[in-house]
């Protein structure tokens, strides 16, 4: 029988999104609803194939195929003969053993089956009968021809039609119930002033919602589906029921806001937005099934400090005038905002989360003289992060969450259902509550009773324990007894002849260390450089360094490390701020251009000790006595042992003075947590500049092991140090993410492509790595190489030396975590007004602990920096100083701490700290600037790699090079990576009138090469494609198609063009992919250069 056939509607068609999402995602069964039934008891099955096939003829929606014609979607109803929707497969037979399980299987693999839009048949229903009198009914239909009220009006049809053929036989009319049939129900209407008013209500447009996630973001779209489904039980019904009629406010609204604000809080965010499915009516009289679903955009607006009740009523007009204005295409409302849809096709438009509220409870299926039982059914595919569904709002308050399984875990599934419910509560509870004020936590904390416990008992944790033993020291907190300096001092008795350091070319035993460190004390004491004063330490990293560094504590100094390179204006300004009463070196002053600078310049005093020897006249050393009492080791212990600077980038840097309690309790504990003993052989490669080198030092030497010094020469070189580290037998090693990266693929090299060569590193018991973030696909690799190697993440600025560490024992996915508290600090995450953030909310990381520093060198740099938590400070710890990191962070449903950034838009690039608002500081000080932006871009292991630039130039004034080379005189070689993105329209802005950040392009690496037009055969043929597309060609082969006006619905069209022009196929989703020329310039010449289609061709495609 022939086919009839419909021809493409000129304006848009509810179906066209969801053909759209079909085509971009082949293999996930998006758009597919299922319903399963459980049914026992007689069924007559030839009635049921004829009332199918009833419902079937009276709605065409139920028949119609969608055919691709020139990219867009074509409707073609077909006939019922021709229909086989309708299977029944028979389990029953004698040799089944367990049919039900078999039904079961069957039925969860139909669930995940994809089918072809233009071919297969888009509502099915399938019988699986396991026993005589026992089946399963799996009814499932395409979102493309049938919403969820038009499957419930299916289901009561196809009861009526089998329970009633005659009936069924004719048309039937629309059943109580169906909200269609209500006279109020409002008409849809794509009015253009309807498009002008929604528009109005959501410019400024918000944020892309971008929520924390558990795993990273795959380059793949993430369709893969869980369901988790909750009863807040009658509680929670009475409440919402009660609250919407105190404020006058419809139970949509009140999910609405309640979701918004949970987002808003998680998201960062004072403007935030969900999408709600709402209801079409029928495009004409005799249509009662069929796609007639519109996806409604609500945004949340929580700025100002916001009540619950102001944002609940606020929600509530935003609900009642998207609902008012139903009609308009969600498309259009983001085509007309001007968003720039520069962005993945993992996110719906501005949101990726869905709020759906059933008006009516579902239809319930009926087949006469037989029981039959809803079961449930997991939903396979999602095209939202997120997927709020509530089925009843009272008596019960009921519903489920789907969310993405390739991003969350299921723990944050139950985390945020029972923070939403929470916050459901407490809001209409406390309505005149501000919304960041209000509890998330199902056991919310009470400030400041439990969170003062907290910081108390972790931080004083060690008053049970044993003062006398170190280890307790380190696991606990407890202050230490006596100095690391005493201990490794005894050391050289204890320990005589053992090594202590090895260096490129010598080496000290613990009884030569002592004693060339008493020679240094006894040198710098006859000098003046003793008590209460600062040494400096410029010296080759090794056992000369670390004599002097303990000869110089012996006399009573406290130290600063500096490097051995050539002076420059860091270590000016370092020697300038401490003003050291020696600067100790392993060379001739005159041969130091930063002893000369510093003896010119400042009038410093700076000595060559390489030559101070431990021998006496009568051919024996000297030593250190240690008097060993209570009273002595107080008195070190409350001295400053060294002074750190932080790595200013623009400024100066900031001098940061710990004690020796503070040193000794952290080496005690990591020389016990990492297990530095003897025999432990420790590579000291962290640069002396940098505070965590003098800690691995003397916490090997604490422990009895030994400190190998990393030659040089080798340091920077993966391969030579990897040579190396085997070699000398290393079993401890402690580095940054971003040299790990490079020393995997240096030991990779040297396995092999095969494996056959030399292992890992057998030997190397720990690697550390800190100082950036951590990637879960570091983690990983570097588990294929050092498989047997534990490894560990720590984290801590350097005015509290650490704070947290992390052990990671599984394979990683996504950021790795900076895990717990180390003992004697308590890390908390605190908002804005210094309250602590629900559980996986971002603020800022804040440390409490009796070991952060007092301040920094220079009383003018501390700032707020240092500023006490009053309410969470216990009554008890009068000693307790804080520190505010400026790094974010969150808490994870696990417990572990999560680095979240930079409060203060602080990027590392290439070990160089950059803040982001200095370089768009310098580069607006160009005249030929109006306004910039700077946003980094990050690796696939999470770190930056380099920094895109965003420029509003002055009309046609200034150039990508001209601006590049202001910034390099500016900020010399650290902003080498560093991309020019000139922009034709202002930069997007958010309500307050700041830069909107998230609006802005997605960076992209490699935008440094120069601009260029379209060349050669492929680009210039698809430049002429845009510009039938959008009206113009592209200027620039990196020009984005949706930055030039394209939308999502025009891909398709695009993909027919190309295939047409070229005789190849591209996938939706790698032109969704690459929108620039050039991107898409590139899937062609692949696809042609291969032979091969670049993906299969799109669902729905005819020849």
Same mark, same amino acid.
């Given at each position: ?70 990219? =867009? /979607? ?68 395409? &979102? ?100 919407? *009629? ?36 029928? /495009? ?88 039959? *039982? ?14 709020? $569904? ?13 969310? =993405? ?35 998330? !936590? ?14 108390? %008992? ?12 170190? %280890? ?20 050289? $008795? ?22 060339? %460190? ?74 130091? !251009?930063?002893?000369?600078? #510093?003896? !010119? ?10 030559? $101070? ?28 042992? #060294? ?40 590579? *000291?490669?962290?640069? /002396? ?161 009796? #070991? ?22 216990? !009554? ?84 990508? &090079? ?11 070689? &650290?902003? &080498? ?114 032979? =091969? ?11």
């Amino acid at each position: 029988m022939s086919e009839m056939t419909a021809e493409p509607a000129t304006g848009p068609q509810p179906w066209e999104a969801w053909w759209f999402l079909s085509n971009l995602l082949p293999d996930a069964p998006v758009g597919w609803q299922h319903r399963r039934y459980r049914v026992t008891g007689p069924v007559d099955l030839h009635a049921l194939h004829a009332a199918w096939r009833v419902v079937l003829a009276r709605h065409r929606f139920l028949r119609t195929n969608l055919v691709e014609r020139d990219g =867009r /979607p074509t409707t073609v109803v077909k006939p019922v003969p021709a229909h086989s929707s309708f299977t029944v497969t028979d389990l029953a037979r004698a040799d089944q053993g367990d049919a039900t399980g078999d039904a079961e299987r069957r039925c969860a693999s139909a669930i995940t089956a994809t089918a072809d839009l233009a071919h297969d048949p888009l509502a099915r229903l399938r019988v699986f009968r396991w026993h005589a009198a026992g089946f399963d009914i799996l009814l499932s239909t395409h &979102a493309t021809v049938a919403d969820v009220p038009s499957t419930d009006r299916l289901v009561t049809e196809l009861s009526e039609a089998y329970g009633n053929p005659r009936r069924g036989s004719v048309d039937g009319s629309f059943g109580a119930g169906d909200r269609r049939t209500d006279p109020e129900w409002p008409a849809g209407d794509d009015h253009p002033d309807m498009l002008v008013a929604r528009t109005q209500r959501l410019t400024p447009p918000p944020p892309p919602l971008d929520l924390p996630t558990d795993r990273t973001r795959p380059p793949a779209i993430p369709w893969r589906a869980a369901t988790l489904r909750f009863d807040w039980g009658t509680t929670a019904g009475r409440v919402l029921h009660a609250g919407c *009629q105190s404020e006058g406010t419809s139970p949509l609204g009140a999910l609405a806001a309640a979701f918004l604000v949970l987002l808003g809080r998680h998201n960062g965010t004072d403007r935030v937005a969900l999408a709600t499915p709402a209801d079409l009516p029928p /495009p004409a009289p005799n249509e009662r099934i069929g796609p007639f679903t519109n996806l409604l955009l609500v945004a949340g607006d929580l700025s100002g400090e916001p009540t619950f009740r102001e944002v609940l009523r606020r929600t509530d007009r935003e609900v009642a005038d998207a609902l008012r204005c139903r009609g308009v295409p969600l498309r259009h409302v983001v085509r007309e905002l001007t968003v720039d849809l520069d962005r993945d096709p993992h996110r719906l438009p501005l949101t990726d989360a869905v709020l759906v509220l059933r008006g009516l409870p579902e239809a319930e299926l009926r087949l006469t003289g037989a029981t039959v *039982q809803r079961e449930p059914v997991p939903e396979a595919a999602t095209v939202a992060d997120l997927v709020l $569904t509530v089925d009843r709002v009272e008596p019960t308050l009921t519903g489920s969450l789907t969310y =993405r399984a390739d991003l969350f875990e299921s723990a944050t599934a139950v985390g945020l259902l029972g923070q939403l419910r929470t916050l459901l509560l407490a809001g209409f509870g406390a309505p005149a509550t501000p919304v960041d004020a209000l509890p998330l !936590d199902p056991s919310p904390i009470d400030v400041p009773g439990p969170e003062l416990t907290t910081v108390s %008992a972790h931080i004083a944790g060690g008053r049970h324990g044993s003062a006398e033993s170190k %280890a307790d020291a380190g696991r606990t907190g407890v202050p230490p007894a006596e100095a690391v300096l005493a201990t490794v001092h005894r050391h050289g $008795t204890t320990w005589a002849e053992q090594r202590a350091v090895v260096g490129p070319d010598d080496a000290l035993t613990y009884r030569q260390l002592s004693a060339e %460190a008493a020679a240094v004390a006894a040198r710098l004491t006859a000098d003046g450089g003793g008590v209460g004063t600062p040494v400096a330490v410029r010296m080759t990293p090794g056992p000369r360094q670390i004599a002097a560094s303990l000869g110089a504590w012996h006399a009573g100094a406290h130290l600063t490390w500096l490097g051995t390179g050539p002076a420059d204006e860091r270590s000016r300004m370092v020697l300038a701020a401490l003003r050291p009463s020696r600067l100790l070196l392993d060379r001739s002053p005159v041969d130091d !251009d930063l002893a000369c600078w #510093y003896r !010119d310049e400042l009038g410093g005093t700076a000595e060559d000790i390489s030559t $101070t020897t431990s021998d006496t006249p009568d051919g024996t050393t000297t030593s250190i006595a240690h008097a060993d009492t209570t009273d002595e080791d107080a008195s070190v212990l409350g001295l400053a042992a #060294y002074t750190a600077f932080t790595s200013g980038s623009t400024g100066r840097p900031k001098g940061v003075t710990q004690t020796h309690a503070a040193l000794t309790q952290f080496v005690t504990w990591f020389s016990d947590t990492f297990d530095l003993r003897r025999g432990s052989r420790v590579a *000291q490669w962290v640069t /002396p500049e940098h505070d965590p080198s003098l800690c691995e030092v003397f916490a090997t030497l604490l422990g009895g092991g030994t400190v190998y010094s990393v030659p040089a020469r080798i340091r920077t070189h993966p391969e030579k140090l990897v040579d190396w580290l085997a070699a000398e037998q290393i079993t401890f090693l402690q580095t940054v993410p971003s040299f790990a990266r490079e020393l995997v693929k240096a030991i990779t090299a040297r396995s092999g492509p095969t494996g056959a060569g030399p292992s890992g590193l057998p030997e190397l018991r720990w690697l550390v790595l800190m100082g950036e973030a951590v990637s879960g696909e570091l983690v990983n690799d570097i588990r294929i190489v050092l498989p047997t190697t534990r490894l560990a993440n720590v984290y801590g600025p350097t005015e509290t030396i650490a704070a947290t560490w992390h052990e990671i024992v599984e394979p990683a996915d996504g950021v790795v975590p900076i895990g717990q508290p180390i003992p004697g600090r308590e890390v908390l995450v605190l908002d804005d007004h210094d309250r602590p953030c629900p559980t996986g909310v971002t603020g800022q990381l804040v440390v409490a602990s009796p #070991y952060v520093a007092a301040g920094y060198l220079n009383p003018e740099d501390n700032g707020s920096a240092f500023a006490p938590v009053p309410a969470l400070t216990p !009554d008890d710890t009068a000693a307790l100083r804080w520190y505010r990191t400026g790094d974010l962070g969150r808490r994870r449903w696990d417990g572990a701490l999560e680095f979240r950034g930079r409060r203060d838009l602080q990027v590392k690039l290439y070990g160089n700290r950059l803040e982001l608002t200095d370089v768009e500081a310098a580069l607006a000080g160009h005249s030929s600037v109006t306004e910039c932006a700077v946003l980094p871009v990050t690796g696939a292991d999470g770190l930056v790699t380099e920094l895109v630039a965003f420029v509003v130039p002055r009309g046609t004034a200034g150039s990508a &090079a001209e601006w590049r080379a202001h910034l390099r005189r500016r900020f010399g070689p &650290a902003l &080498a990576q560093v991309s020019i993105v000139p922009m034709r329209e202002p930069l997007p802005r958010n309500v307050g009138g700041k830069v909107d950040r998230r609006r802005l392009p997605t960076p992209r690496r490699g935008l440094r090469q120069s601009e260029r037009g379209p060349s050669g055969d492929v680009e210039e043929a698809l430049a002429g494609i845009w510009a039938t597309l959008l009206g113009t060609p592209p200027r620039d082969v990196r020009d984005d198609f949706f930055a030039r006006g394209g939308h999502s619905l025009q891909l398709p069209v695009l993909a027919a063009l190309v295939r047409h022009q070229f005789g190849r196929n591209v996938s939706l989703a790698d032109l969704y992919a690459n929108p620039s020329l050039a991107g898409m310039a590139g899937l062609v010449d692949a696809a042609r250069t291969s032979g =091969r289609d670049h993906n299969s061709r799109p669902h729905g495609t005819r020849e």
